[in-house]
């Protein structure tokens, strides 16, 4: 309950602060006999991992993942499955400047006034290091999902679009540029913006999309747990995150509903997918696809105005090793949440008939 | 874990299809000793109902909430507070006609290829009318708040838009006219452009925006429970929602770092507020607002080509009772379900310090 | 959480006072295209039901389950499961002499300290009547669990003992006697001093075992859900329940591991079966069973020292209609409980295996 | 939900197999500002350790526990507490000889049925070693729980036994010994008797009691979640326990209610205590005591005949370290498992009144 875990059969615990000894997991439910490839597994961390590329932070972190259980002669147990990736670059002094002092749209006014206390060194609980934990499950549950397609890839980056549906691109382009964009063109001009305004010690927002295809019909619960609420709710927890829409999302607000309605044809499927290939919060079997938006890092390269743990005015220095825009990296994170909902929704199906 | 259950501590379980015997639910967790307004309940409930006005169904659900137990001399007990709203309109003729056949966007098909049958009778549990157990137990969850207001209104109906933001509104002004719009202008365009779609036999959908105010710092979990990623989950749980956003949403993306940035203040507070009073996942006191889309109605009153169960094509004919849109309706569930969630974070917050 | 569930996947969550309206729940998770005899559900509940013979309460209620969802055209739809029995013979006026007094042994006091106020009308919600809920969802987890067969008996009372291990027993006739003893000698002893103690005004307490056959190998979870566990927590929650054991149990205790240890055969099966069905938290196939001992009922015809909620010296008078030795009547909820720990432990083991 | 987690608010989630790399945990839910004792929580765990005596397994395991994240300055955060406890001693090739037996009363040809595989080096997830994990959390509950005092003792070995209330020993005696006993005389008889049955290769049961003192009246959930229930579930959970009893116990069966009724006194509290401290499930504010009944380890030092994976006749050989009596051993764990329970109800507790 305390807001650690996700999934219900299917289930990831994490712990861990950016600047401690280590973030960590635990994988539950996953069902015994899976056959695991590891180095896929490592693969995921290192599309996530900071200092890639010229776009991204500099820090550089290993982010090495160790198992601890529930893995034997290569195989899942059917038992918890414990896993570590120890902090290895963590600078604890590059962050003593804001012991006392609250940066701007950071979380450590809220920890202090949730838990009267905080750990000051960098984003401590609240840092995104932490969604290094759920690639790593992410890429277990992908594994487990062996018909299951998801692809996520950067459709946005500050006001420069990418204006084609998903099906009008070739998602296998999207590893192929450093923004994650399937479209070159598009990969160009985020870029160039990225570059731009990194220099000038600003920040960027973007749009994440993801497709989902080869989900059968029938995962997903009614009522609260309705799988693109399950979908919103897993996106929405990523750091930075401020909408979620699926399927025709927000401009289906301007559709009347003879247009959006997805007849069924002969044969099978629909002749429209503006459900997102999910239908009374259950999967019909169409792609699933969905948009996320994410905020501008807040940390940026410029001092900013604030106040101070008593509440007198204070300055924030800009400095330290920050992404100009995060949503090239926020990609695989993206992927993840949505493998974990899908696994659980998997497992959960299997229950459903007598 | 089967998805009728919505909370950890204040937590809401339903039943119920819309053309059983009756809808009802079990509300835990409520602390004893709140005295109920019995009818500020009943009061929300009217607020949802159908029939209430010439743009919403004809049909006449009279929706009054008899509780069972848990309430004692007007007093919550501490124990489970059960309660029934039978189904009082329910012709089941009228639904005879789609037994065998699937509505476009409707989830009948996703329904029979989760369960292997389903209940033919209207949506079933399908059915928006299970979101009146939503209401009633928001409503309780608002009295536990006493210094939380909790305030939706629509600001879109199919192209029409509300462009202002909720400082510059009226809110209480919401409830005097019947499509729920606090401005009055854009209450005549949207109450207009209803009119005339219900006369074509087409649907429209809208956005509900929500504000709340009162939440002081430190509500909300880190991590997956994010308060905003809670709050979206419960919007995106409401039949018909494809979209949801919060604090500055999808525009977000367009904004830099240094213009985003919310700049604490002396004497508390923030300059601005495009976090949408949550950082982190934690309140930090300033208001919370967010929007939710919803698609059009999927019954529309023309005939539409679809289905049957056999694969073979069928046609949907355009006949019943329902809303051209349902967005005016749909104000006081996304209210309850924002008291849901403000109820249940209210309460865990009270065990996070020593 | 608020301690108002019972199980996981297969769930059931109940509300309800003794002398409110009506008592009832919701059971989730019970999948889709189950039978129903619905017959089979009425006739648990006359089981339980106060009034059935001399030995009982002469309360008589009725307790007729009504179904409000859930069902239809007599299959389970795989949506919860919504279901009320009224509240008939209720007569508040019998209790209005307890308002102001906490009874021996009772939960008065114990529910005021906790909640600051109480439903003085009988036992409210810590009523037995509350295992009235327990009973109807048992009778549906039982016709899920079509090839377990789940007995339970009356094996002490008081003083008087049945000295046979359940293999020595034809449980075929534990229906045939008033006190559910499958052994009429020992069923005519319990009958006397149930007799003879309720003459004097006061009660007994017993012993229910209960024996389950049928159960596959490999239900149960590992560490903290381990099948006996889950059985343990379900008999310790029902009213009057101060033990459990399993297998061998207390006497256990005695034994030598190499007189304890049940040795594998060939052809399957252990020589022995101390381990009560279960190893390791799991089933390994052969007979579960168990031990649960109940106290002697807290009324009794007699007048009683106490204190008022003032902590003044107060007497309660022995009056009212009660059940001299409860046991008999456990009997069914007993089964009940069991049958719910292995309905929901059937549906999570689809999951374990890829 | 796959049984790896305990509790609700206050919650352990462990993994780990006993010859993996390490055990470990995540305990969530732990206030913030709780200035912990390290030194205590090693402590606890040094009781547990297995090579403590001469009548203990003479497998060193030194169990450091290195705690990850959630601690920083001495205080919890309010976010989660990782840790692990590496596996030093393990001895891989000891255990090959089992690989395809399955050894009597041990979980091997369960955990084969369940996931059709397992790690069969030693006990894997089904070792008693994971308790440790148990240990740790239990310490930082402990520490939690200021004014709350829980302390087990060994009160029976074999068919020896301590005939005393645990009002009449001093239980600050109880780690003068090797056996935790805090009678010297019965201490003297359970070691004389331990050390006779090891000689012979076998081993001995025991019984384990504990008493909690200091809990005030309200903690415990109705229905379900009785207090006393989810202490028994709790000390069910741990390997090799068979049976639980909780106030007056399985003796309460002969008693009459007149003579078994606490009669509440003037002044607070009652007269007699047979409710052991719970009624109706929620603490009254007398002592709480319980006694929990541990079969003889499986493991004996004789050969044992049985079955191999394919059904044929095998033998186990008597051979490892292994402890003849683990009772004393199972003392810090039983506490540290009510720790957990009480922990997790003060903090549920703090939600119940407005």
């Known amino acids: 309950m305390p807001g650690n875990s996700f ?17 960590g997991g635990i994988i539950e439910g996953c069902p015994s006999g899976l056959e695991l490839n590891m180095e896929a597994i490592q693969n995921e961390l290192d599309r996530r991992k900071p200092g890639q590329s010229k776009i991204t932070t500099q820090r550089k972190e290993s982010d090495r993942v160790e198992f601890l259980s529930g893995i034997f002669e290569g195989k899942t147990q059917g038992t918890p499955i414990g896993f570590i990736i120890p902090n290895q670059d963590a600078k604890s002094k590059d962050y003593s400047h804001i012991k006392d002092v609250y940066r701007p749209s950071h979380a450590d006014f809220t920890y202090d006034a949730k838990y009267g206390l905080r750990d000051y060194r960098g984003g ?98 009614p009522v609260f747990d309705k799988l693109h609420a399950e979908l919103g709710k897993a996106m929405l927890s990523i750091n930075a995150v401020k909408g979620f829409e699926t399927g025709s999302g927000f401009a289906t607000v301007e559709m009347k509903g003879s247009e959006h309605n997805d007849r069924f044809e002969e044969g099978g499927g629909t002749a429209t997918n ?24 807040a940390t940026v390269m410029q001092d900013q105005t604030s106040v101070d743990k008593e509440g007198k005015e204070a300055v924030v220095k800009g400095k330290g090793r920050h992404d100009p825009c995060v949503v090239p990296r926020a990609v695989p994170i993206v992927e993840a949440m949505a493998a974990l909902v899908l696994a659980d929704h998997y497992l959960i199906s299997k229950t459903n008939k007598i």
């Not at 999934?7 to 950016?18: P, Y």
């Open 7 to 23: 999934g219900t059969i299917f289930k990831l615990t994490t712990f861990g602060e950016s600047h401690g000894t280590a973030i």
């Open 124 to 221: 401590g609980r609240s840092s995104a290091r932490e969604t290094a934990c759920r690639v790593v499950a992410g890429a277990i549950a992908r594994q487990l999902l062996k018909n299951v397609s998801i692809q996520a890839y950067v459709s946005q980056v500050g006001k420069e679009k990418l204006d084609k549906g998903y099906q009008e691109l070739d998602l296998s382009l999207t590893e192929s540029n450093i923004v994650r964009c399937p479209d070159p063109e598009a990969a160009g001009r985020f870029m160039a913006l990225i570059e731009r305004v990194r220099k000038e010690g600003d920040t960027l927002g973007g749009i994440v999309s993801c497709v989902i295809k080869g989900v059968p019909p029938g995962w997903g619960e």
């Open 274 to 297: 503006n459900s997102g290939g999910i239908q009374g919060g259950i999967s019909n079997g169409e792609d699933i696809y969905f948009r996320v938006a994410f905020k501008p890092v």
